[in-house]
């Protein structure tokens, strides 16, 4: 990848200037957790393992949390569709 071109600001996807994503800070996380846990429907619970957490600002306003996580070292239809044998799967769940 050439990091030295221009960003390409005519693409559909860029973002305004006054649209800020970033990862929270440590002293954030609690109210981060209380948001989501207030107004999504899966609630914070649902988040596994390893976990990314960002927050948008637009204009001192928050408009969008966003989060992603490890997937799930257990998902009986995917585990299927993979064809892993059981040891296979906890075998590389431990040594990752």
Known sequence: M?????????????????????PITREQ???????????HYLGVNSMVGEALRYVALHHYQRPA??????AALSCKARDQRIGWPDR???SRGRNQ
């Open 88 to 90: 296979l799967q906890h």
């Open 2 to 22: 050439d990091h030295e071109r221009e960003p390409d600001t005519t693409s559909t996807m860029a973002l305004p200037p006054s649209l800020e994503v970033r």
């Open 29 to 39: 996380r609690s109210r981060w957790d209380r948001v989501m846990r207030q107004h």
């Open 65 to 70: 949390l966003i989060g992603w996580c490890a």
